[in-house]
């Protein structure tokens, strides 16, 4: 699949790509390694003209009044701070910007309402371990797009010091992601009855 961004670049890893700094593993962004294969995406937000996500089209539109599983893992970055948005937005089209630095809000995919949202309780804060965030999904029919990344509007988002574990008052917080093993796994109508999903028990009020 080819990921690609609706917005600024994001950054591509893989261990067998050209040996400039958004490809290596340790680089000025972490030293994080994949959580599965060789590659993974890395990307930033924050209160300044950067916003940042990652798209892709999945290989086929998602049918509709089915159940689907949304699961993509996290890390942290070399960061000041850490978030606790870091969502996935499903749609049947998608709009690729125009980057602007005069016109922030003109940037990113705010507004857009996520169907997988991470815990807002829980900040992503390890550099070292790989953090899970999963969620079902019954689809409209006809989606095939997954988007990652914050969604909140700056006012909303919520930033944290990592030393002083404080909230950031700084106007140039921000935080730096990296994704791996994302999927979207259709879960077959006999199966509601006997899985475990994200750690839920089915079947689920839908």
């Not at 390694?33 to 940042?52: C, H, K, Q, V, W």
């Not at 809000?105 to 997988?116: C, E, F, K, S, V």
Request: overall charge negative; charged content about 15%; proline content about 5%.
């Amino acid at each position: 699949l080819h990921w690609f961004s609706p917005t600024i670049h994001t950054e591509y890893f893989h261990g067998c790509g050209d040996p400039t700094w958004t490809r290596q593993f340790n680089n000025g962004t972490g030293t994080q390694l994949p959580r599965t294969g060789d590659a993974m995406i890395g990307l930033a937000y924050g209160n300044f003209s950067t916003t940042e996500y990652a798209s892709v089209q999945l290989k086929s539109p998602l049918e509709q009044d089915s159940l689907y599983v949304i699961s993509y893992y996290v890390s942290l970055g070399y960061s000041p701070g850490c978030s606790n948005c870091v969502d996935a937005y499903i749609s049947d089209s998608i709009k690729i910007f125009t980057f602007d630095f005069l016109q922030e809000d003109a940037n990113t995919l705010y507004g857009a309402d996520p169907q997988i949202k991470n815990d807002r309780s829980r900040y992503i804060t390890d550099t070292l371990n790989w953090t899970r965030i999963c969620g079902t999904y019954k689809a409209q029919g006809g989606e095939q797009f997954i988007t990652l990344g914050a969604f909140d509007s700056l006012t909303h988002l919520l930033f944290y010091d990592l030393e002083s574990e404080t909230p950031f008052t700084d106007s140039m917080a921000y935080t730096y992601i990296f994704i791996d093993d994302v999927s979207v796994v259709k879960i077959p109508a006999p199966s509601y009855q006997t899985l475990k999903i994200c750690q839920t028990e089915l079947p689920l009020s839908l």
